[in-house]
């Protein structure tokens, strides 16, 4: 079992930077590709970026490439998310998955085993 925590959201005005942390119970941490998502209201839940349990790999949604950056620390349980350059369609609470298949925390529909509650993040015009 995985329980993950999310921290960092905020309001903050477009153009400026965020920092999302999501933090990880469990001793299996580096076994987990993760990944975050997020959910605007009103629209699916979409996906953000992933990193393999190495953090050798990475992918970003083309809404994000250039503008964040995944990362990790196998050895605080923690995955990182630096959010720059916000926009106000950049709204939306963001959601930290886990799972130990990496093409589940590319692909909400394909079920990623963990979830944690949320964070929300609001831009400002």
């Known amino acids: 079992q995985v329980q993950l925590v999310e921290s960092g959201g905020g309001l903050v005005q477009a153009g400026g930077s965020l920092r999302l942390s999501c933090a990880a119970s469990?001793?299996?941490?580096?076994?987990?590709?993760m990944g975050w998502f997020r959910q605007a209201p009103g629209t699916e839940r979409e996906f953000v970026a992933a990193?393999?349990?190495?953090?050798?790999?990475?992918s970003y949604a083309d809404s994000v490439k250039g503008r964040f950056t995944i990362s990790r620390d196998n050895a605080k349980n923690t995955v990182s998310l630096q959010m720059n350059s916000l926009k106000p369609e950049d709204t939306a609470v963001y959601y930290c998955?886990?799972?130990?298949?990496?093409?589940?925390?590319?692909?909400?529909?394909?079920?990623?085993?963990?979830w944690g509650k949320g964070t929300l993040v609001t831009v400002s015009s």
């Open positions: 990193i393999s349990g190495t953090g050798y790999v990475t």
């Open positions: 469990g001793r299996t941490f580096s076994s987990y590709a």
């Open positions: 998955a886990a799972d130990r298949v990496y093409s589940n925390v590319i692909n909400y529909r394909h079920g990623a085993d963990y």
